[in-house]
Each structure stands twice: as C-alpha cells, then as structure tokens.
C-alpha cells in the first residue's frame, strides 16, 4: 500500500537543536490542511526524508475518504510561509493510523511534532477509537525517538516493510499509543 511504503522512511535531517530553545505553543495552531496547502507541504515534505511522497501521491491519499491532514501554522506567518508541519492519517475503525508526518527543518526540537500527536491523542478521546499507530523504518532514529518520547511502544516489527529508491528493503516497527494504557 502507497501510505504505508513510504511512510517515515528514513528521515534526512538531523534534529540537533536544543530543547532550551522551545518556542511557547500559543504561537502555532493546527487546523485541517487544504490544497492549496499542498506547496508548502511538499517543501516540508521533500526537506525531511530520502524518498519523499510526490504531489501526485499525496493527493491520491488524500482523494481518500478515510486519510486526513492536519496543518500546524505559525501564528505570525504569511499566507505563504506559515505552515511548520502536518499529519496525515488513516481513520480506521478502531484506531487512527499515521501514515505521515513532519516538522519544518527550521522548526524540529520546538515541540511541534509533538502537538501534533497531542491533537490526535485528543481525538481519540471524543470518538470510539482506542490508539494511535504508526510505523518507522528501522534507520528512522529520529522518528523511533519522538514516537517514543510521545508515548508509543513498539508491538511488532513488519519485515520489508519500506522500500528505497535503490530497491533495498527495509523492515518497519509498528508502534502504538493506546488510550487505556495512558489514562
Ligand atoms: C520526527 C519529527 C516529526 C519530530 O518533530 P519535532 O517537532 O522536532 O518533535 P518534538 O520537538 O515534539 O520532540 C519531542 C521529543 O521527541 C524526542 N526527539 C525528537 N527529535 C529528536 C532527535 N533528533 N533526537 C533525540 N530525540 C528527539 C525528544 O525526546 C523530544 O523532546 P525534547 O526536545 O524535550 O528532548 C521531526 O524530526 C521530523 O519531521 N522528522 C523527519 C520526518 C520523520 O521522521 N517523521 C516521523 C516518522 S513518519
């Protein structure tokens, strides 16, 4: 499946910046993603993994009844260049599933990412569904830390799950966070 193949594929950057530096959560808010979002996502998206989704492919996801974006905006940014991340997901009937998500190089380390996953954590609590999912390549370190660092445990390891632009085959880590575990 498209999602899942290429998603959290080895994440290119580097997030060193120091966690002193976070900027307050007043000055982001999320709300849903939009097409005409789609350029500065894809921006965000090729500036963050080897093998980016392309824009046909997120539109195919997201042509998808079930696949959902959210876009987390500066407050004090332009029309243009004011979104710092987004997340893509799957509603399933029992759990939201993952399938993308990135920060804004410039922004990694601020405690976006983790907004994010705060928003979902929130969702979950009004509906039926009872965790999160999502599914790291296993060089995604960064990725592994930040699901970590949120509350998610590894349940299972899918072999060859993630496929390179070169063919080399990779296993994912399916790691869950789930509301009853967490309350
Ligand atoms: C993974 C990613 C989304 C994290 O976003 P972020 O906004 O930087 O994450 P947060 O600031 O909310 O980090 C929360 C915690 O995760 C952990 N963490 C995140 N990045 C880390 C890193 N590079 N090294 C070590 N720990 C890290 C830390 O515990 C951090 O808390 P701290 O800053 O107080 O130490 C971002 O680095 C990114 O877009 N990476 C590329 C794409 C990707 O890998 N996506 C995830 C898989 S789909």
């Known amino acids: 499946m498209l ?47 080897q093998c980016p989704w392309t824009k046909e492919e997120f539109i195919k996801t997201l042509s998808q009844r079930t696949n959902v974006c959210l876009v987390i905006r500066k407050t004090s940014g332009t029309i243009e260049h004011d979104i710092v991340g987004y997340v893509i997901y799957e509603l399933n009937k029992k759990y939201l599933n993952i399938i993308n998500l ?36 296993e060089y995604n370190l960064t990725g592994h830390l930040f699901f970590r660092a949120n509350g998610f445990r590894v349940e299972h390891i899918i072999p060859n799950e993630f496929c390179d632009d070169k063919g080399v085959y990779y296993d994912g880590y399916c790691a869950r966070w789930h509301i009853i575990r967490n309350m």
């Open 3 to 49: 999602n899942i193949k290429l998603d959290c594929f080895n994440a290119v950057k580097q997030n060193l910046r120091s966690a002193k530096n976070k900027t307050p959560t007043k000055n982001y808010y999320i709300s849903w993603g939009v097409r005409q979002d789609l350029p500065q996502i894809l921006e965000i998206e090729q500036s963050s993994f």
């Open 102 to 137: 990135a920060v804004h190089p410039h922004y990694v380390r601020f405690g976006i990412g983790s907004q994010l996953i705060d928003k979902l954590k929130r969702k979950l609590a009004i509906d039926k569904r009872r965790s999160l999912v999502a599914i790291i390549s």
